[in-house]
């Protein structure tokens, strides 16, 4: 037996990551009685300004945008009965190519040993048992989140690996289908162009790969609220168009590489915590 609490540990980029990508294994895992740890590595002051005035529009102002995302953040976390919120309070670097990317304190520019060296106090601290992160591409090509997987591994690199780590996908054929529901639900989506469509065909791995699929539907409510709460970023409003029964159905699956195990549960399996419990 274990002297503390089972513990599940996610980094995420951005405040409203936590909710898109894992707000199902946050919200079922925290129901199941297990401790949930949530690190959002920067303040999001690039994401949309209030009346959705976007980075680099005039009235965009970084700082108030961060501040109005922590309120977001930390009703998302009430929703999710996330236990633990740690903020590393770096500045979010925009997307790829902007200028933000550059900017003195921005995550990005950030040496990876430097936030390693935070993240790895806090894993020191919670001794998690599973830890979630992005994939070596961000997911989807996002400087900060392709920093939060290099900091989130040489971390554990420094304090010795949790016994499960696990980064974030989607499988393909949800790739599909979530195009389909872009065009019904988007009303300004655009086909994408050849070198888009490149891009996104990168999202994911095919399903075969996949070694993680944890069903939270019965949670997909908790987690159409969570995102509810971050309804100032425009590409949520999006999601929150679905309503929550399309946006259950399409997003109540998370899916999961497993990339570290001392467990040796078999795969594909369907809980972050088999073999540890
Ligand atoms: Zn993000």
């Known amino acids: 037996m274990v002297d503390r609490p089972l513990t599940l540990m996610a980094v995420h980029a951005h405040p409203d990551d936590e909710a898109t990508g894992t707000g199902g294994v946050l919200a079922r895992y925290a129901a199941e009685g297990i401790r ?33 995302r922590r309120q977001e953040l930390e009703s998302s976390c009430e929703v999710l009965k996330i236990g633990h919120l740690e903020l590393l309070e770096y500045a979010d670097s925009g997307m790829m190519g902007w200028a ?7 995550f990005w520019r950030t040496p990876v040993p430097e936030g390693a060296a935070r993240l790895a106090e806090l894993l020191r601290q919670y001794r998690p048992d599973v830890v979630v992160t992005y994939d070596e591409n961000g997911f989807y090509g996002h400087p900060d989140h392709i920093q939060a997987n290099r900091i989130t591994m040489a971390a554990l690199e420094l304090t010795g690996m949790a016994p499960k780590v696990y980064w974030t996908t989607a499988p393909r054929s949800q790739m599909q289908r979530f195009g389909e529901v872009m065009r019904e639900f988007g009303s300004d989506w655009e086909e994408p162009d050849e070198a888009e469509a490149a891009a996104i065909a990168e999202i994911g791995l095919p399903d075969e790969e996949i070694s993680t699929w944890v069903d939270t539907t019965e949670f997909g409510g908790q987690k159409f609220d969570a995102l509810a709460a971050h309804a100032s970023q425009g590409e949520n409003i999006f999601f929150l168009k679905m309503g929550k029964e399309r946006f259950t159905e399409l997003m109540g699956v998370e899916t999961f590489v497993r990339v570290h195990d001392t467990t040796g549960a078999a795969v594909p399996e369907n809980d972050l915590f088999a073999g540890l419990r």
């Open 100 to 106: 933000a990317n550059d900017a003195p304190g921005s």
């Open 36 to 68: 949930t740890v949530l690190v959002t590595c920067t303040d999001g002051g690039c994401g949309d300004g209030p009346g959705g005035v976007k980075p680099g529009e005039p009235g965009h102002d970084p700082s108030a945008v961060a501040a109005m």
